[in-house]
């Protein structure tokens, strides 16, 4: 399954709204994740995309991440609060890999802190999850239509546009 850069190129439309609206956040996304009984949870969470992949870090000991690692399916969505969705919505889905490679952990720390100023240099990672994506889709408006977007590993994106 593709990385982030993969599905950039394959899905340059859907990665471009997804780009934009996870720097609007300043990376916030919205998480699901299945719980143990498999019902649905959605949990906030910064997502960074570091070295042309897209990962999934955070405080150590949260359940998403207990969700993550019983089942590694999610789906991440960017955060949004105008409901016209001027500036347009995205989201990715597929499964991730807990990397658990202290050389990757050391470097994502120092992106990080060198980005944001948030310092996790020096300490243990008890997850960081890469993910492989399977589908996206983004919603775009402008120019009096609505595009929706849709992509799917193997296959082309496909837009559909609303009047």
Do not use: N
Not at 51 to 70: H, I, N, Q, S, Y
């Amino acid at each position: 399954m593709p990385g982030w850069r993969e599905f950039a190129e394959q899905a340059p439309r859907i990665a471009a709204v997804f780009h934009r609206r996870h720097q609007a956040t300043g990376h916030l996304c919205l998480l699901g994740t299945l719980r143990r009984d498999g019902s649905p949870r959605i949990s906030p969470i910064e997502s960074h995309i570091f070295e042309d992949e897209l990962w999934l870090g955070g405080m150590p000991r949260t359940v998403k991440f207990a969700d993550l690692v019983r089942d590694p399916r999610f789906e991440l969505h960017t955060a949004t609060i105008d409901p016209r969705v001027g500036d347009g919505d995205a989201k990715v889905w597929g499964v991730v890999e807990d990397v658990l490679d202290p050389d990757l952990h050391a470097r994502y720390a120092q992106a990080l802190f060198d980005e944001t100023g948030f310092d996790l240099r020096g300490r243990p990672f008890e997850h960081l999850f890469r993910a492989d994506l399977i589908g996206g889709a983004s919603v775009h408006v402008g120019g009096g239509h609505l595009d929706l977007t849709s992509w799917v590993h193997g296959s082309p994106e496909r837009v559909v546009r609303k009047h």
